[in-house]
């Protein structure tokens, strides 16, 4: 079975910057498509960014572009999200996603079914 542990999270004030970690076991993780969403209540996960581990191909959605970026770190099997400059707006539940069948690397949420647990990221004004 696939884990991922997804830690990082915390309280910052707008303006500031988090790193966020996204620990993969029990998976080939050299060639797999990893992403980040974000969850907000009453809204549907959210995809931010997504990374092939084995290309170091990346997709930033418009709504983090600039501010969050995405890396991996193959020898530690860890992708990590970058996010400076954050907004309350960006308060939410982290998730790491990877996506089963294909290490291609698209921000569908659908295409993802292996999770991590979560981190929260709290935003204040």
């Excluded at 050299?30 to 960014?49: K, M, Q, Y």
Aim: proline residues 2%; hydrophobic residues 35%; glycine residues 12%.
């Amino acid at each position: 079975e696939v884990q991922l542990q997804a830690s990082g999270g915390g309280l910052v004030l707008a303006g500031g910057s988090l790193r966020l970690s996204c620990a993969a076991s029990r998976v080939t993780f050299d060639d797999s498509a990893i992403g980040w969403f974000r969850a907000t209540p009453g809204r549907e996960r959210e995809p931010l960014s997504c990374i092939n581990t084995g290309y170091n191909y990346t997709v930033v959605a418009n709504v983090v572009k600039g501010r969050f970026t995405i890396s991996s770190d193959n020898a530690k099997r860890t992708v990590y999200l970058q996010m400076n400059n954050l907004k309350p707006a960006d308060t939410g539940v982290y998730y790491c996603g990877r996506r089963r069948g294909s290490s291609w690397c698209r921000l569908v949420l659908n295409d993802y079914h292996d999770w991590g647990q979560g981190t929260l990221v709290t935003v204040s004004s």
